[in-house]
């Protein structure tokens, strides 16, 4: 076989497997995408953040110390939320993440105990996976965390929603969440504005509510796009 006629099979398969990729990719971007609106912080916005954390119970969840669950079936937590202190597991792998100080956590893979060169990759690791399977939990018990501003963003229907913009904190400092509140100001979804997706305003449900043990309530399911992601095994304690 000629090298130019093996330079146009390898085209080919390229093209085959990245054309529908990048036309279906093209589609949910003009479907989907949507500028960050621009709207100012309100005392009006307060008010509403404040309403859906009494829906929530917010009284429920500061009294609540450990979270448990489990994030897609992949990730492992056991959160001490009061002592900033949480167990992280994937694979074979446990992260005792301090979670105001990574650099003192401990790391095991397979049970042993890795020494602190060893170590930092994992608990880099351990901090990306809890500052985001954390935030698919407890995200709307955040609305006031230091760092956010609220405001209203007019909707159809006379409808408002609650954009929180997040300046600090967290893996991914100036993302921004629109939440969808029902007329009980229970969310029901929210819209990201965040550096790790290539769409801006993608839409998440937030409509599979359990209430816990501490009466905390907290979802067992999100769907983005055509995705699930699950949560599992939630348990929680004073």
Request: aromatic share 14%; hydrophobic share 35%; no cysteine.
């Given at each position: 076989m000629s090298p130019k006629k093996i330079v146009k099979i390898v085209a080919g398969i390229i093209i085959f497997f990245t054309l529908p990729s990048l036309l279906f990719f093209g589609y949910l971007y003009f479907k989907h995408n949507e500028d960050l609106p621009e709207v100012t912080p309100s005392e009006a916005a307060d008010v509403v953040a404040q309403k859906m954390l009494d829906t929530l119970d917010?009284?429920?969840?500061?009294?609540?110390?450990?979270?448990?669950?489990?994030f897609n079936n992949r990730h492992h937590y056991k959160w001490k939320k009061n002592e900033d202190f949480c167990e992280v597991y994937w694979k074979d792998i446990k992260v005792d993440l301090n979670i105001n100080a990574p650099n003192s956590s401990t790391v095991l893979v397979s049970k042993d105990t890795l020494n602190t060169a060893d170590s930092k990759e994992y608990i880099e690791k351990a901090v990306e996976y809890f500052n985001n399977d954390s935030f698919?939990?407890?995200?709307?018990?955040?609305?006031?965390?230091?760092?956010?501003?609220?405001?209203?963003?007019?909707?159809?229907?006379?409808?408002?929603?609650?954009?929180?913009?997040?300046?600090?904190?967290?893996?991914?400092?100036?993302?921004?969440?629109?939440?969808?509140?029902?007329?009980?100001?229970?969310?029901?979804?929210?819209?990201?504005?965040?550096?790790?997706?290539?769409?801006?305003?993608?839409?998440?449900?937030?409509?599979?509510?359990?209430?816990?043990?501490?009466?905390?309530?907290?979802p067992e399911f999100h769907k983005l796009l055509f995705l699930g992601l699950e949560i599992t095994g939630i348990k929680t304690a004073m």
């Open positions: 917010y009284d429920a969840y500061k009294n609540t110390n450990y979270i448990e669950w489990t698919w939990i407890v995200a709307p018990y955040k609305v006031f965390d230091a760092g956010t501003t609220r405001s209203l963003v007019p909707l159809e229907n006379n409808k408002k929603g609650l954009l929180i913009s997040y300046t600090s904190g967290g893996s991914t400092p100036g993302d921004s969440y629109m939440w969808l509140l029902d007329k009980d100001n229970k969310p029901t979804a929210f819209k990201m504005w965040v550096s790790i997706l290539p769409i801006e305003g993608l839409e998440a449900s937030w409509s599979n509510w359990t209430t816990t043990e501490t009466g905390a309530q907290l």
